[in-house]
């Protein structure tokens, strides 16, 4: 779709959302720039930065802590890029809200990102239960949605005869 055909789209289902649902729509969408301006930012300071780095060998890269911290840096901007998507289906009206699994799955990878700068030999026993039991709790979460999604789909599909048995029930 062309930019003009999604222009007077969206111009006629502005005028068809509520006040709130305007807000909502004009709020991500502030957000959503703001997101991409950070990203923007983060990925020309990550870029210069390990190409300074590089070229003057100020570092080496087979260093782990430099490794982790690269990969730090990475993680980050990948979990802000999926929030800023995630965002956009508020802005474009797909989803009025965002949806908890996204935020859980977002959660997942900023604790994938914790466990990837994680220096074990400075963490206690404790702070590495409480990141395995927040790792858990936010894993169980997510599978328990997935499988009640599943079964709400397969429901759907049973009731709308689209089982593969050809028997309704």
Known sequence: MQFSERWHRGRAEWNILTYYQRFESAVAFVLTVVIALI???ALYRLC????TALLFRAVDPL???VFQAV???IMTLLIAL???HTLQYVVARHQSIIQTKVVLLIA???LARKFIILDVRGATPG???GLAAVTFALGATYWLMRERDDRLQSDEKLGSGENHGGIRG
């Open 71 to 73: 990969f730090g840096e």
């Open 108 to 110: 997942l990878l900023a």
């Open 63 to 65: 260093d782990h802590e």
């Open 48 to 51: 210069s930065g390990v190409i």
């Open 127 to 129: 702070y590495l239960l």
């Open 39 to 41: 990203v923007l930012v």
């Open 82 to 84: 999926e929030f800023n």
